[in-house]
């Protein structure tokens, strides 16, 4: 499984990017997806998740200004960010956990993508 990250870039406080994330490769569910991002010498965190029954988890910072969504046939999860503040600058990246065709449980990374907020 695959993932495929993109939609980062630069923008300026108060500003808005979308996230994207689409899943390929021998998928026969996805359970999971979420996004997480890190900020050098620092942990990876989670900043939101989504699970196959639409249900929706934010990290405190990001409630009421990041929404997740899924488009389930697409296999892709989005981010959309609003209000964007200096301390969401990091590299972004995408995760998702479900049952290959093997049939065997995988969790997938992207490859990340670059948020940079100036302020």
């Known amino acids: 499984v695959q993932l495929q990250a993109s939609g980062g870039g630069l923008v300026q406080t108060g500003g808005s990017l979308r996230l994207s994330c689409a899943a390929s490769g021998s998928i026969l569910s996805i359970n999971f997806m979420g996004w997480y991002r890190q900020v050098p010498g620092n942990q990876r965190e989670l900043v939101a998740t989504i699970n196959s029954g639409d249900n929706t988890n934010y990290r405190e910072s990001a409630k009421g200004r990041f929404t997740i969504s899924r488009d389930i046939a697409k296999k892709t999860v989005y981010l959309q960010m609003n209000i964007l503040k200096p301390e969401d600058a990091a590299v972004y990246y995408c995760?998702?956990?479900?049952?290959?065709?093997?049939?065997?449980?995988?969790?997938?990374w992207g490859q990340g993508t670059q948020v940079t907020v100036s302020s």
């Open positions: 995760n998702a956990q479900g049952l290959g065709t093997n049939p065997k449980a995988y969790n997938a």
